[in-house]
Structures are given as structure tokens and as C-alpha cells.
């Protein structure tokens, strides 16, 4: 008996070494590394885990794992996309924009695609962009504002003046980037504003009528 566990032992160590530098070696006697695994790996009957706060990452450039904290579902990061097409814009009439086509929205229970309107779930510091294009040329020395609103207060303008009128082969566009702190419960909402003349509409191109809200971690 006393033979088979001397045999044992010495088996056992000509596979896991642990070098005077700390590492440790299985499979091998000279670990690179504070745990050198020589071969393949098998885990057997490992528990399913549902949440948690960390989570293993593969960095493919070194070859190495490494642990990084996870935000939980609750404090998912906004990020909101969205395109409309052929909104209608009375003139002289600060009009929200409603959003026809949401293309990526990471927290839905925060934005109201039905009414275009954003509520912060949370306290922060978040970016707001938007940028629209008018469907006519006929402006002539008019002006033509597309306008972040938060909590019903005007907080950002992007102003357009067109002194080229209806000989113009340009449309009347806007566009703006704004970062802004929001508390939990701040509205924000995008409009436009047109003194034309008669209602215009937004292009029938999504691809020049776009939104998106990102919060910054």
C-alpha cells in the first residue's frame, strides 16, 4: 500500500510543479505562467450560473483570460437609433419629431417610439444627436431649426437660413450634437421649426432623418 501511494505522489508531481517563481505548472515542469496547463482541458458537471457580476473575457492578441465586471440587465447603457420619413411641419410651429423606425434601442422601457419622446432611467451623462432634412428648396431667407428639448425647455439649436429661395437646388437641413447631464425622470425630445411659409414635410429619405441617445458610462 505504502508503495502505491509513494508511486502516486510522485506521479502527481511530475505533472503539477510549482516553481520557486510561484507558477504552477500540470503537464509541465517549466510553467511560463502562474498557471501553465500543457494539454487539454475537461470539466465535467460545472453549475449553470444565471447572473453575475463578472465574466470571463479572451483576449486573442495574448492569447490570455482575464475577469471583467458586468453591468446587470437593470443597468443596461442606453443606446437609441431612429429614422422617420415625411413628417409634417406646419410653419411658424415648433413640431415634435416622432421617430417612424426605431433601429436600435437597448433600454425600450426608456423611449416612446409612439410619441418620439426619451425619459432617463437613470441619472448621467448622456449624448444627444439629430439631424433632419426638409423635402422642399423653396425656402427663400427663411429659417429652417432643428432643436433638442429637455423637459420641455429648448437646451440646443442648429439654425439654417437659405437666402437662395426656389432657385436653390439645395434642402434646407440641420443637425446637432449635444452632451448632456439628465437625472432620472428628464424628458428629452427633438423638434424642428420652419418659417417657410406653408406646412413642409421631411424628406422621404430615412437615411437623412436621424436621432440616437447614448449614454456615456
Keep these: 500500500m505504502k508503495t502505491k501511494i509513494i508511486m502516486a505522489i510522485l506521479v502527481l508531481a511530475s505533472y503539477i510543479v510549482s516553481a520557486q517563481s510561484g507558477n504552477v505548472g500540470i503537464g509541465t515542469s517549466s510553467p511560463q505562467a502562474k498557471l501553465h496547463v500543457q494539454g487539454d482541458l475537461r470539466v465535467d458537471s460545472m453549475k449553470t450560473v444565471t447572473t453575475s457580476s463578472m465574466k470571463v473575457v479572451l483576449d486573442t492578441a495574448t492569447n490570455t483570460f482575464a475577469l471583467q465586471s458586468t453591468r446587470p440587465e437593470s443597468d443596461t447603457l442606453v443606446r437609441i437609433a431612429a429614422q422617420t420619413v415625411n413628417n409634417s411641419i406646419p410653419t411658424n410651429t415648433s413640431t415634435l419629431i ?11 422601457s426608456a423611449y416612446d417610439a409612439s410619441t418620439g419622446i426619451f425619459t432617463a432611467p437613470r441619472t448621467g451623462l448622456y449624448q444627444l444627436s439629430v439631424g433632419t432634412m426638409l423635402s422642399s428648396n423653396n425656402a427663400n431667407s427663411d429659417e429652417v431649426n432643428v432643436s433638442v428639448f429637455v423637459n420641455n425647455v429648448e437646451i440646443a439649436t442648429s439654425a439654417n437660413y437659405d437666402s437662395n429661395g426656389g432657385t436653390s437646388q439645395s434642402k434646407p437641413t440641420g443637425s446637432l450634437m449635444v452632451l448632456r447631464p439628465l437625472s432620472q ?3 428629452v425630445e427633438f423638434r424642428m421649426f420652419h418659417t417657410i ?7 422621404n429619405e430615412s437615411r437623412f432623418n436621424n436621432m440616437s441617445i447614448v449614454e456615456l458610462p
Design 197 to 203: 411659409g406653408s406646412t413642409q414635410s421631411l424628406i
Design 98 to 108: 416622432v421617430w417612424s423606425s426605431t433601429v436600435v434601442n437597448t433600454l425600450p
Design 185 to 187: 425622470g428628464d424628458t
